[in-house]
């Protein structure tokens, strides 16, 4: 291993999936700074809360559970967040609980070994249509106002090696089935560098996946889309609520006024962890 490697602090994590097909014992909300929050210990094992008059404003904590709930985000300086909505691609298929450990490498090594046509080998999902690209966007388009508030930026390219964040497909997660039989309909990796450490890295792409087969219609995969990408935003931690956009098996298909409030106090944090 390299000096450089040794002296990385380059945390790696992984966000959950937005069914409830994986474990969620890390997803605790200890209180990371947002007031008001209430305890939420081990919620998301039960079947979620439910948001009443007095707090349906209130931002729950979208810190990362891996780092003590610390608020991670793109910096100014990454502003506009390049996007890539891949023509239907899928990545190669491996167990779901393997994707948060290595989508982010082989995608930066993909791009590396080929900048000009990075995925010329990886086919079509089955169910993939020009249509769900559209709609893809318009999941990410709902996060387009708070560019008026001067929170961030982001952009759609068509040059996937310019891109911050991209958009992937699968037919199916592998082995990602709860005892329910749900199956995850979507996940985002990225790596999360501490800010005081950026000269010493190079930019790595978040990745996001999702499930054409467990999004099967319009709205499911606009709203997934819009999930996820609330989390490659930095909304790492989902809410305990079932109101909310972010709540981890998802039954709203828009953002709450609490997701609102949430992405509001996250981008108005002074952040030591971003993703670059
Ligand atoms: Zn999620």
Redesign the pocket.
Known sequence: MSKFNLILLILLFN????SQAQPLSNTLINGGGVNDLQPVNGLHLTEGLNRTPQNMNDAYNPGEPAINMKAVRWLNTSMPIAIWISPGLALPSVPFDEIPNTRCDLVYSMIKANPKNPFGDLSKVNGWTEEVNDLVANGIEQWREFENEGLFKFGFTDDPANANILVFFTDIFKDASAPGGISAGGITTAKIFPVDKLHLVHKMPVIIELSTTVNNDAQKMQAASA??FG?ALGIKA?SPYREDL?Y?DRVVNSLSPADKATIRWLYHQKTDYVMY
Do not use: A, F, N, R
């Not at 966000?15 to 937005?18: D, E, N, R, V, W």
């Open positions: 966000l959950q999936p937005m999930h996820e989390h989902h972010m981890v």
